[in-house]
């Protein structure tokens, strides 16, 4: 079979890390597969480019222009399958695939697509979703949004969950230095992780929890008022900032929790690998995050935007460890279960095939 995914860029992010995930699995089960980018190839386009991957950068442009690019390359790519990610490719792409005569077209929805959202947006979006054979949400909760929406084609619309390599643990020698409690976080430092709830009820559950510490491992747009925080609030010696790594397995393999205080999530990969491991989890209440706590046992999960919540987690927690160990081992359990990236691509395929489950 003959695959392409079109994607925005394949900068580093949870989206594009599954996409490059996919493009390598499916590749080792002997399809054709490629990547058509529509701004950035990104870090993560150079290293599948370095492993023999086609990846095709149309540049940006307006819509209509980046419409023919796409249809003069499914032409002449002649595809089986064109697998947008996203609603942007899906507008750009969509009608230029059906126009080639793809045979399969596919669009997968990364976030939650909660309200309030863009309306004018979610309209095109469902407009161009008419010439795709299906609508994927990550989670049940994305995918009960998206049913939502104004002018929804609901028929089409189904849940595929994300799935992703296991971490592998990283020998003892590799661990970071650990003086007690730990939590951890992987991921962006954007506003929409919220990432001050988290600082700030590390620092409330500090006098309950001696030896507490929270590892920020990541980059982003926040970063610099994240560590102002840490200061002013006096636990520069609890909470280190690690930056981008791409040693994650070490962090995963040392740490006691995953911590995730977002104010809006799809159902993020960082969160599926803690899992792979073994991590328990500490969550808001949002999206496929708390879905998945709730459906699985697995952690606990606390009110958006409530620090004072999170920490009494985080104490709770912290002074139990034979829940974290029924934790731990129900999200290993989960993860094996329903997760792994194998699960995901088995899923893709029968959509592929036009087999929804």
């Known amino acids: 079979m003959k695959i392409v995914h079109v994607v925005y860029s394949l900068e580093m992010g949870g989206a594009e890390s599954l996409v490059v995930q996919l493009c ?3 590749r080792a089960s002997g399809h054709e597969v490629s990547v058509c980018v529509y701004s950035r190839i990104g870090t993560l386009g150079e290293a599948i480019q370095a492993e023999g991957f086609r990846v095709h950068l149309l540049g940006e442009a307006p819509v209509s222009k980046t419409m023919l690019r796409c249809y003069k390359l499914f032409a002449q790519l002649s595809p089986d399958v064109v697998h947008c990610h996203n609603p942007a490719p899906t507008l750009q792409a969509a009608l230029s695939a059906r126009l080639a005569g793809v045979d399969a077209i596919i669009s997968t929805r990364h976030s939650l697509v909660a309200p309030p959202y863009d309306t004018a947006q979610e309209i095109k979006f469902n407009l161009f979703s008419v010439f795709c054979d299906w609508v994927v949400g990550i989670c049940d909760a994305t995918s009960n949004n998206l049913r939502h929406t104004p002018l929804a084609l609901k028929g089409r619309i189904v849940r595929v969950y994300n799935g992703t390599v296991r971490i592998e643990p990283a020998p ?7 003086r007690g409690f730990t939590l951890l ?7 929409v992780k919220d990432l001050p709830v988290l600082i700030n009820a590390v620092a409330l559950a500090l006098p309950y929890v001696p030896g507490l510490n929270l590892w920020i491992v990541g980059d982003g747009p926040t970063r610099a008022e994240l560590e102002d925080l840490v200061r002013r609030l006096g636990i520069a010696g609890q909470v280190s900032f690690w930056g981008e790594r791409h040693d994650v397995a070490r962090f995963f393999s040392s740490a006691d929790v995953y911590a995730m205080s977002s104010v809006s999530e799809g159902l993020p990969m960082s969160l599926l690998q803690a899992m792979s491991i073994g991590l328990p989890t500490l969550v808001t209440d949002v999206g496929g995050m708390a879905e998945i706590v709730r459906n699985f046992d697995c952690g606990l999960y606390t009110p958006v935007g409530d620090p004072e919540a999170m920490s009494e987690a985080i104490i709770q927690l912290a002074s139990n460890p034979e829940q974290l160990k029924i934790f731990s081992t129900r999200a290993r359990d989960a993860y094996n279960a329903h997760f792994t990236l194998e699960q995901m691509n088995d899923a893709y395929m029968e959509l592929y095939r036009g087999n929804p489950a």
């Open 24 to 26: 390598r699995l499916q």
């Open 172 to 178: 003892p020698a590799q661990h970071p230095p650990k």
């Open 185 to 191: 976080f992987v991921g962006r430092l954007a506003e």
